[in-house]
Structure formats: structure tokens, C-alpha cells
T-cell receptor, first 117, second 113 residues
Framework: AQKVTQAQTEISVVEKEDVTLDCVYE???????LFWYKQPPSGELVFLIR??????QNEISGRYSWNFQKSTSSFNFTITASQVVDSAVYFC??????????????FGRGTQLTVWP | DGGITQSPKYLFRKEGQNVTLSCEQN?????MYWYRQDPGQGLRLIYY???????QKGDIAEGYSVSREKKESFPLTVTSAQKNPTAFYLC????????????FGPGTRLTVL
């Protein structure tokens, strides 16, 4: 069974603080993909990152970084020097790989991040 | 501009009425998906379609129906059998390939009065 757990329902920080959003996943697939999406108040999901199961290198994109650890089945997301515009709901998601297409996405329940000025 | 269109943004219906939510994409994507989002629940898969004229049930298909007559369109009908239809509905599309991702539309917020 595929499952994604985001244990943090809500997080509040003050601007310029660093914040880490946790994601733990379960899967029996050997090939799978992990995603992070951002959902601002407007509602549309914005793709942030995709990582496949064979690539455990950490990734940094500006103030965003991701730590993928297969040993603990975790794919955590850190925002450095948070800004008010980072306030949103963040979703972690998991997908298997079915030949030439990804399988369906399994989403965690999301973490509401509020950054106060 | 290429993208996914969902209309309308807000939709109100009386209880017992069927309602159809529109989803159109001009990205030439093969697969399309419908998700439902409730507060604190994350996104749950309703239906998905990998090719035209074919679709599969997701985790919460009861009370919903879909069609896929054209590659660009994947309308979702919320029927009167859906017991709690008030929610935020998101449509997504995805193209085949090893490095694909799902692109999401802006969503439709359905309120049943």
C-alpha cells in the first residue's frame, strides 16, 4: 500500500526563521517518485520538486532544500529565511512508476505554514 | 498559453441536483485526474483517465461520474447520490514519460445548499 504521512498539521514561524516540513512515506515499489506541491490561498497546486527513488542527493533551489533519506522513508522540505509569501499549504505526494507513465499520486494531508511578519 | 482550465471557480447548487464540473487542457496530455479536497484531508482521487474513452475509479468514486470523449476534456458530474458534495475539486493532467509531473488546474469550489 502507498501512504504519505505529514504529521505537522500547522506550523507558524516568524519571518526569516528556517522551517522544516516533514514527510514520511510507505511503499512496496522499488521505483517510485516523491513530490512536493505548494497550495497558496488561491487554491491552485504549484509543483515544487520531483525526486525518484534512485536519487538520494539532497537538492537546493534558492531558499528551498529537500532531504531525501530512503533509510528512514523520509523526504523533508526546508525553507530557509522564510518569508510571508511562503505562507501556504504544502503537500507531499508519492507515485509509483508504471512503464512509461507515473502511477496515481498519493497525497499527505498537508501542512499549513503561516509566516508572520 | 498552455494550461488547465476549470470553470467556474465557484459553483452553487441545490441539494438533489446533478452538477457538472468542467476541466479542459491544451497541453496535449494523455492522462487526466480529478481530486477532491476537504479541509484537513489532503487530496483524494475520484477518477482518472489514461486515454480517451477509458477511465478508472479512484478511492472515492461513489456519487461521481466522468467521461473522456476527447483528449482535451475530462468533465466530472457530481450526482445527487453523492452524500456530501460540498468541497474543492481539482483537475490535473499528466503526459506519459519518465520525467512527467501532474499539472493542476485552479480548482472549482462547489457548495451545495
Amino acid at each position: 500500500a502507498q501512504k504519505v504521512t505529514q504529521a505537522q498539521t500547522e506550523i507558524s514561524v516568524v519571518e526569516k526563521e528556517d522551517v522544516t516540513l516533514d514527510c514520511v512515506y510507505e511503499t512496496r515499489d522499488t521505483t517510485y517518485y516523491l513530490f512536493w506541491y505548494k497550495q497558496p490561498p488561491s487554491g491552485e497546486l504549484v509543483f515544487l520538486i520531483r525526486r525518484n527513488s534512485f536519487d538520494e542527493q539532497n537538492e537546493i533551489s534558492g531558499r528551498y532544500s529537500w532531504n531525501f533519506q530512503k533509510s528512514t522513508s523520509s523526504f523533508n522540505f526546508t525553507i530557509t529565511a522564510s518569508q510571508v509569501v511562503d505562507s501556504a499549504v504544502y503537500f507531499c505526494a508519492l507515485s509509483g512508476y508504471r512503464g512509461s507513465t507515473l502511477g496515481r499520486l498519493y497525497f499527505g494531508r498537508g501542512t499549513q505554514l503561516t509566516v508572520w511578519p | 498559453d498552455g494550461g488547465i482550465t476549470q470553470s467556474p471557480k465557484y459553483l452553487f447548487r441545490k441539494e438533489g441536483q446533478n452538477v457538472t464540473l468542467s476541466c479542459e487542457q491544451n497541453l496535449n496530455h494523455d492522462a487526466m485526474y480529478w481530486y477532491r479536497q476537504d479541509p484537513g484531508q489532503g487530496l483524494r482521487l475520484i477518477y482518472y483517465s489514461q486515454i480517451v474513452n477509458d477511465f478508472q475509479k479512484g478511492d472515492i468514486a461513489e456519487g461521481y461520474s466522468v467521461s473522456r470523449e476527447k483528449k482535451e476534456s475530462f468533465p466530472l458530474t457530481v450526482t445527487s447520490a453523492q452524500k456530501n458534495p460540498t468541497a474543492f475539486y481539482l483537475c490535473a493532467s499528466e503526459t506519459a514519460g519518465a520525467y512527467n509531473e501532474q499539472f493542476f488546474g485552479p480548482g472549482t469550489r462547489l457548495t451545495v445548499l
